[in-house]
Nanobody, 126 residues
Framework: QLQFVESGGGLVQPGGSLTLSCISF????????VGWFRQAPGKEREAVSC????????NYADSVVGRFTISRDNTRNAVYLQMNKVEPEDAAQYFC???????????????????WGQGTQVKVSS
Protein backbone atom coordinates (compact mmCIF):
# COMPACT_ATOMS: atom_id res chain seq x y z
CA GLN A 1 0.00 0.00 0.00
CA LEU A 2 1.25 3.47 -0.82
CA GLN A 3 -0.51 6.34 0.88
CA PHE A 4 -0.76 9.68 -0.84
CA VAL A 5 -1.74 13.12 0.40
CA GLU A 6 -3.65 15.03 -2.25
CA SER A 7 -3.95 18.80 -2.44
CA GLY A 8 -4.66 21.66 -4.79
CA GLY A 9 -8.38 21.31 -5.18
CA GLY A 10 -10.78 24.20 -4.95
CA LEU A 11 -13.39 26.18 -6.77
CA VAL A 12 -12.77 26.81 -10.45
CA GLN A 13 -14.90 28.42 -13.10
CA PRO A 14 -15.86 26.46 -16.22
CA GLY A 15 -13.05 26.85 -18.69
CA GLY A 16 -10.58 27.59 -15.95
CA SER A 17 -7.47 25.76 -14.79
CA LEU A 18 -6.32 24.02 -11.64
CA THR A 19 -3.27 21.97 -10.69
CA LEU A 20 -3.59 19.07 -8.29
CA SER A 21 -0.72 17.48 -6.40
CA CYS A 22 -0.30 14.25 -4.55
CA ILE A 23 2.70 13.37 -2.46
CA SER A 24 3.87 10.20 -0.78
CA PHE A 25 5.54 11.16 2.50
CA UNK A 26 6.30 7.63 3.64
CA UNK A 27 7.79 5.86 0.65
CA UNK A 28 9.43 6.52 -2.66
CA UNK A 29 7.13 6.44 -5.68
CA UNK A 30 9.89 5.83 -8.21
CA UNK A 31 9.15 2.10 -8.51
CA UNK A 32 5.48 2.57 -9.34
CA UNK A 33 3.12 3.77 -11.98
CA VAL A 34 0.73 6.25 -10.42
CA GLY A 35 -2.69 7.46 -11.43
CA TRP A 36 -5.32 10.02 -10.66
CA PHE A 37 -8.86 8.91 -9.97
CA ARG A 38 -12.01 10.84 -9.16
CA GLN A 39 -15.38 10.26 -7.62
CA ALA A 40 -18.36 12.55 -7.97
CA PRO A 41 -21.27 12.41 -5.53
CA GLY A 42 -23.50 9.46 -6.27
CA LYS A 43 -21.13 8.04 -8.83
CA GLU A 44 -18.49 5.34 -8.85
CA ARG A 45 -14.82 6.17 -8.70
CA GLU A 46 -13.31 6.46 -12.16
CA ALA A 47 -9.81 6.64 -13.54
CA VAL A 48 -8.63 9.94 -14.93
CA SER A 49 -5.01 9.46 -15.91
CA CYS A 50 -1.87 7.47 -15.18
CA UNK A 51 1.86 7.90 -15.62
CA UNK A 52 4.60 5.30 -15.77
CA UNK A 53 7.59 5.20 -13.46
CA UNK A 54 9.87 7.23 -15.74
CA UNK A 55 7.09 9.36 -17.25
CA UNK A 56 7.50 7.67 -20.62
CA UNK A 57 3.90 6.47 -20.77
CA UNK A 58 0.86 8.58 -19.96
CA ASN A 59 -2.73 7.50 -20.43
CA TYR A 60 -5.93 9.48 -20.09
CA ALA A 61 -9.62 8.82 -19.84
CA ASP A 62 -11.40 9.87 -23.01
CA SER A 63 -13.28 12.57 -21.11
CA VAL A 64 -10.09 14.48 -20.24
CA VAL A 65 -7.91 13.93 -23.30
CA GLY A 66 -6.52 17.22 -24.53
CA ARG A 67 -7.49 19.05 -21.36
CA PHE A 68 -5.60 17.36 -18.51
CA THR A 69 -1.87 16.66 -18.26
CA ILE A 70 -0.27 14.33 -15.77
CA SER A 71 3.33 14.64 -14.64
CA ARG A 72 5.55 13.44 -11.83
CA ASP A 73 8.68 14.37 -9.93
CA ASN A 74 10.21 11.26 -8.40
CA THR A 75 12.72 13.35 -6.43
CA ARG A 76 9.77 14.89 -4.60
CA ASN A 77 7.65 11.71 -4.58
CA ALA A 78 4.98 13.81 -6.21
CA VAL A 79 2.49 13.43 -9.03
CA TYR A 80 0.62 16.33 -10.55
CA LEU A 81 -2.53 16.80 -12.59
CA GLN A 82 -2.78 19.98 -14.62
CA MET A 83 -6.44 20.56 -15.39
CA ASN A 84 -7.26 22.97 -18.19
CA LYS A 85 -10.58 23.88 -19.80
CA VAL A 86 -12.33 22.51 -16.75
CA GLU A 87 -15.92 21.42 -17.28
CA PRO A 88 -18.77 21.06 -14.78
CA GLU A 89 -18.50 17.29 -15.20
CA ASP A 90 -14.98 17.45 -13.75
CA ALA A 91 -16.33 18.33 -10.30
CA ALA A 92 -15.37 15.47 -7.98
CA GLN A 93 -13.09 14.31 -5.20
CA TYR A 94 -9.70 13.49 -6.74
CA PHE A 95 -7.38 10.78 -5.47
CA CYS A 96 -3.99 9.26 -6.29
CA UNK A 97 -3.14 5.61 -6.30
CA UNK A 98 -0.53 3.23 -7.64
CA UNK A 99 -1.66 1.64 -10.86
CA UNK A 100 -0.82 -1.67 -12.47
CA UNK A 101 2.00 -1.20 -14.93
CA UNK A 102 0.64 -3.47 -17.63
CA UNK A 103 2.77 -5.35 -20.13
CA UNK A 104 5.08 -4.05 -21.43
CA UNK A 105 5.51 -1.97 -18.29
CA UNK A 106 3.92 1.43 -18.58
CA UNK A 107 0.78 2.38 -16.77
CA UNK A 108 -2.84 1.33 -16.80
CA UNK A 109 -5.95 3.02 -15.52
CA UNK A 110 -6.38 0.29 -12.91
CA UNK A 111 -5.62 0.94 -9.28
CA UNK A 112 -3.36 -1.47 -7.41
CA UNK A 113 -4.47 -0.32 -3.99
CA UNK A 114 -7.72 -0.88 -2.17
CA UNK A 115 -7.55 2.02 0.24
CA TRP A 116 -7.52 5.70 -0.54
CA GLY A 117 -6.40 8.93 1.03
CA GLN A 118 -8.59 11.91 1.79
CA GLY A 119 -8.45 13.20 -1.73
CA THR A 120 -8.84 16.80 -2.79
CA GLN A 121 -12.13 18.30 -3.88
CA VAL A 122 -12.66 20.11 -7.14
CA LYS A 123 -15.75 22.24 -7.49
CA VAL A 124 -16.75 23.81 -10.77
CA SER A 125 -19.03 26.81 -10.74
CA SER A 126 -19.39 30.18 -12.36
Amino acid sequence: QLQFVESGGGLVQPGGSLTLSCISFERSISDYAVGWFRQAPGKEREAVSCISRASTVKNYADSVVGRFTISRDNTRNAVYLQMNKVEPEDAAQYFCSRTWPGSPPGCTLLSMDDSWGQGTQVKVSS
